[in-house]
């Protein structure tokens, strides 16, 4: 059985789809009688649909370029 821990660990990859079918079926069956991580998982839907929302804008240009200077240069940084 999963603790309400496990359910914000999993959280995400629940959203995503990324879970086994076992572990949807857990997480499904603590959600059904948990009504705090019920609400919970609500809060992150209205969260990721509000979120999704908003319109796109980027960053003014030296505060991206300060930015990816202070990354490390180790190779996985995008160009």
């Known amino acids: 059985m999963l603790r309400c821990r496990d359910i914000g660990a999993m959280a995400t990859d629940y959203m995503e789809g990324d ?11 603590h959600l ?7 609400a919970f998982m609500q809060q992150m839907r209205r969260t990721v649909r509000l979120v999704s929302n908003l ?5 003014p240009a030296e505060t ?16």
């Open 32 to 38: 059904a009688i948990c009504d705090g991580c019920r």
């Open 64 to 79: 991206e370029a300060r930015l990816l200077a202070s990354l490390p240069d180790d190779g996985s940084r995008p160009d």
């Open 19 to 29: 879970l086994s079918v076992r572990q949807r079926m857990a997480f499904r069956l």
């Open 55 to 59: 319109p796109r804008q980027s960053p």
